[in-house]
T-cell receptor, first 114, second 114 residues
Framework: AQKVTQAQTEISVVEKEDVTLDCVYETRDTTYYLFWYKQPPSGELVFLIRRNSFDEQNEISGRYSWNFQKSTSSFNFTITASQVVDSAVYFCARSMGGSEKLVFGKGTKLTVNP | DGGITQSPKYLFRKEGQNVTLSCEQNLNHDAMYWYRQDPGQGLRLIYYSQIVNDFQKGDIAEGYSVSREKKESFPLTVTSAQKNPTAFYLC?????????????FGPGTRLTVL
């Protein structure tokens, strides 16, 4: 199966620490999209970023940054100067080329303590 | 406001009963999806629909049924044949007019079988 692996099940940090969430994916597709979603305690999945397989530029949005490395099939997510409001479960996902499916990792639960 | 609504937020059902979860979107999205989330797990696709009056099975369709009579609505019925229905159910939608594959999610329904 073409899996998405988030090896970190839970991470706990203290506010203002930087934290990186790892995501490694498997694929045989040449064209695909990668995603990160945030799931706060309320339950709704909030879209954070989409990256297509041809664009390996890193992206920064405020305190969030993403590092896409096709050579290692990784799409890691870093939160700089974490805040309590960042506490959530974060999911990495990959589209399957030519189909409607998204394949999700099992998520990483991030707890930011004051 | 544009968005995806799911109702009810919490649902309790007795064993042997069918129950229907509502999902409505006013984003004019073509495609709609149902996912199931179990504790500590990623999302698994139940059913999806790209057009009115048509839908396809996802990875775990057994014990579920759907309909797509209107573009805005994609209700999910959890039947008594579903052996372990207690879970968090998420509905999503996506525009098919772009190739970005981004799915947007509703707030979810938590189903508990008593």
């Amino acid at each position: 199966a073409q899996k998405v692996t988030q090896a970190q099940t839970e991470i706990s940090v203290v506010e203002k620490e930087d934290v990186t969430l790892d995501c490694v994916y498997e694929t045989r597709d040449t064209t695909y999209y990668l995603f990160w979603y945030k799931q706060p305690p309320s339950g709704e999945l909030v879209f954070l970023i989409r990256r297509n397989s041809f664009d390996e530029q890193n992206e920064i949005s405020g305190r969030y940054s993403w590092n896409f490395q096709k050579s290692t099939s990784s799409f890691n997510f870093t939160i700089t100067a974490s805040q309590v409001v960042d506490s959530a479960v974060y999911f990495c996902a990959r589209s399957m080329g030519g189909s409607e499916k998204l394949v999700f990792g099992k998520g990483t639960k991030l707890t930011v303590n004051p | 406001d544009g968005g995806i609504t799911q109702s009810p937020k919490y649902l309790f059902r007795k064993e042997g009963q069918n129950v229907t979860l509502s999902c409505e979107q006013n984003l004019n999205h073509d495609a709609m999806y149902w996912y199931r989330q179990d504790p500590g797990q990623g999302l698994r696709l139940i059913y999806y629909s790209q057009i009115v009056n048509d839908f396809q099975k996802g990875d775990i369709a057994e014990g579920y049924s759907v309909s797509r009579e209107k573009k805005e609505s994609f209700p999910l019925t959890v039947t008594s044949a579903q052996k372990n229905p207690t879970a968090f159910y998420l509905c999503a939608s996506k525009s098919l007019r772009t190739i970005t594959d981004t799915q947007y999610f509703g707030p979810g329904t938590r189903l508990t079988v008593l």
